[in-house]
């Protein structure tokens, strides 16, 4: 809906723009021609009393420019666009600047575990000098634990982007059990890479040599791959040209990065994403949503704030689903802990104050509303998410 309105703003303001560019090249055009028409005039005068007669012309031609009265024109075609120009920046600026300060609760935030989120962000991104800054100043010593851990996660990602696969290699044989139970073949992948590098840049024979000490040993498990692999020794030095030509895709060294940084940090008992990048994104989607709320309820003079739950659904996208979320048929309430699902002896599952209110507050049997099986509120078991 903003971004609508930001749109029909500026389509406006540009037919504005259109319509003064050419109204000025209209006015342009009759003094042009005005002054034309007086140069001719004034040319075909060849007797002696010239100057008289080109005084005449001068008095015709500033009568006529009167009548167009070119600066009255340009200026009620400019006045329609500043206008609609002015009006567009109050868009701009209400729909892309807006004060956040009424979209917020003032919650009291529990400093320790702040300041422990945004340390551990700077880490994941490499601003170690940074992490360790805000570290000392906040007098949290104990969040610094973390960082040899992302020092050398670095120090494997930029070696990998320098072609250097040596330190990953390194670090998926010692997790080679973990990885194997996740059912991840990151270490046949770094071989993969390496194998071609060395086909691409080396010779046909150095790259059997790796192939038979590294890629032998995963034939076994990965015998396709394998045998993809030995088929690439056929085209040595035209690799791109082959029918195996997406294996020397520089997408698989980005992809490859984002694996690591996955694994490693589950490793390490922590999310791919840092917390802080979550909350900001997630803020970020649904600050519109929350703007417009707040706008609603100060028109009704309602304070949304104290509300246990938001009277209009903020949708985030599955990218920042990270529980599940059970919405009641009955009543399209979505569930909570003081409204959790429950499980009916059918397999159904209703919200619990559709049963309540079903079962007229526990004291009848009530039949599901998706089968004719009856049931009481003592045969519903709570579910929990």
Request: aromatic share 6%.
């Amino acid at each position: 809906m903003e971004l609508n309105t930001v749109r029909d703003a500026f389509d406006r303001v540009a037919k504005k723009q259109k319509l003064s560019s050419s109204k000025s090249r209209e006015v342009i055009d009759q003094v042009g021609h005005e002054i034309e028409q007086t140069v001719m005039s004034m040319q075909s005068t060849q007797d002696s009393s010239t100057s008289v007669d080109q005084k005449s012309i001068l008095v015709a031609l500033k009568t006529k420019l009167n009548t167009i009265s070119p600066q009255t024109q340009l200026e009620g075609s400019q006045k329609e666009l500043n206008v609609n120009l002015s009006k567009c920046s109050k868009v701009l600026e209400k729909v892309f600047n807006p004060d956040i300060s009424k979209a917020y609760r003032n919650v009291d935030f529990d400093l320790h575990i702040l300041n422990q989120i945004i340390a551990n962000h700077f880490y994941r991104e490499g601003l170690f000098d940074t992490a360790d800054c805000l570290i000392k100043e906040a007098g949290e010593p104990e969040a610094i634990s973390l960082k040899c851990q992302f020092v050398e996660m670095h120090q494997i990602i930029e070696a990998v982007r320098s072609r250097n696969l040596e330190p990953a290699i390194n670090w998926a044989t010692a997790n080679r059990e973990k990885l194997t139970q996740v059912g991840c073949n990151l270490e046949l992948k770094l071989h993969t890479l390496c194998f071609v590098e060395i086909l691409q840049k080396k010779s046909r024979s150095e790259a059997l040599n790796y192939a038979r000490t590294y890629l032998a040993p995963f034939a076994s498990v990965h015998m396709y791959e394998v045998q993809k692999l030995m088929g690439c020794l056929l085209w040595a030095g035209k690799l791109d040209k082959s029918p195996y030509s997406d294996i020397t895709d520089v997408t698989h060294w980005e992809k490859l990065v984002d694996e690591l940084i996955q694994h490693f940090c589950s490793f390490m008992g922590q999310s791919s994403s840092s917390a802080l990048r979550v909350a900001i994104a997630a803020g970020v989607e649904g600050l519109p949503t929350l703007l417009k709320l707040a706008n609603v309820m100060a028109v009704k003079k309602q304070e949304w704030q104290a509300m246990k739950q938001l009277p209009v659904p903020v949708d985030l996208g599955k990218e920042f689903q990270f529980h599940s979320i059970f919405v009641c048929p009955v009543s399209r309430d979505q569930s909570s802990d003081e409204n959790p699902p429950m499980l009916l002896p059918c397999g159904h599952v209703l919200c619990n104050q559709s049963i309540v209110k079903m079962s007229r507050k526990g004291t009848r049997a009530f039949k599901c509303p998706y089968c004719p099986q009856e049931a009481s509120v003592a045969d519903c078991r709570q579910l929990y998410l």
